[in-house]
Nanobody, 122 residues
């Protein structure tokens, strides 16, 4: 599966941004999908994941309540709604997919999209 993330940009602190990830291929619904982020000089950070059907989600504690992952299998899309953004949320955001593994684990992701930059100004 090929992934392409979009929707990044410049947003003021306290604002919202919705990221999208378009997937190619007929087997999109077979993949657990996740979002990650990487800020300059920092390691990549797991953000959220969603099950193949979309019925189950997982959000990292520090972002739970502000970020929401969702997917639309009919459109081969996965989304990350980000609210109450903070300057610390500034990072390149990546979508990724894996066929197996736990939602709560950021490991075993096989497919990655290019990053989309989110910059939160104070």
């Amino acid at each position: 599966v090929q992934l392409q993330a979009s929707g990044g940009g410049l947003v003021q602190a306290g604002g919202s941004q919705r990221l999208s990830c378009a997937a190619s291929g007929r087997t999109f619904s077979s993949y657990v999908m996740g979002w990650f982020r990487q800020a300059p000089g920092k390691e990549r950070e797991f953000v959220a994941a969603i099950s193949q059907s979309g019925g189950r989600t997982y959000h990292v504690d520090s972002m739970r309540g502000r970020f929401t992952i969702s997917r639309d299998n009919a459109k081969n899309m996965v989304y990350l709604q980000m609210n109450s953004l903070k300057p610390d949320d500034t990072a390149a955001y990546y979508c990724a997919g894996k066929r197996f593994g736990s939602l709560s684990s950021g490991s075993a992701y096989e497919y990655w999209g290019q990053g989309t930059q989110v910059t939160v100004s104070s």
